[in-house]
Nanobody, 123 residues
Framework: QVQLVEFGGGLVQTGGSLRLSCSAS????????VGWFRQAPGKEREFVAA????????YQADSVKGRFFISGNNARNTTYLQMNSLKPEDTAVYYC????????????????WGQGTQVTVSS
């Protein structure tokens, strides 16, 4: 079983950048596809980006395409979400999650979740 912890959230101005990290322990992250999701107050959790366990394939939601980039370093057992050109509507708690099998945008298909990290974008 893998345990996930997110780092890197914080307060940033519109147009700024942040890099979130998802650090894994317990098992190698290379055994899992990893996804990033976010949840704003009063809204459902939504897909942001995902990466395959081999790191060869990535997929981003249309709302973040061209601004957010997912990557991984299996040697460090860590997945990253680089967030650029941030907007106030990006404000949310960001979660990383892992699943056996291929990457997915469906949060119900992920078995393991981190505790989340808050990202706040001020206007």
């Amino acid at each position: 079983q893998v345990q996930l912890v997110e780092f890197g959230g914080g307060l940033v101005q519109t147009g700024g950048s942040l890099r979130l990290s998802c650090s894994a322990s317990g098992r190698a992250l290379s055994s899992y596809a990893v996804g990033w999701f976010r949840q704003a107050p009063g809204k459902e959790r939504e897909f942001v980006a995902a990466i395959s366990r081999t790191l060869a394939t990535t997929y981003q939601a249309d709302s973040v395409k061209g601004r957010f980039f997912i990557s991984g370093n299996n040697a460090r057992n860590t997945t990253y979400l680089q967030m650029n050109s941030l907007k106030p509507e990006d404000t949310a708690v960001y979660y990383c999650a892992a699943r056996n099998g291929i990457l997915s945008a469906d949060n119900s298909e992920y078995n393991y979740w981190g505790q989340g990290t808050q990202v706040t974008v001020s206007s």
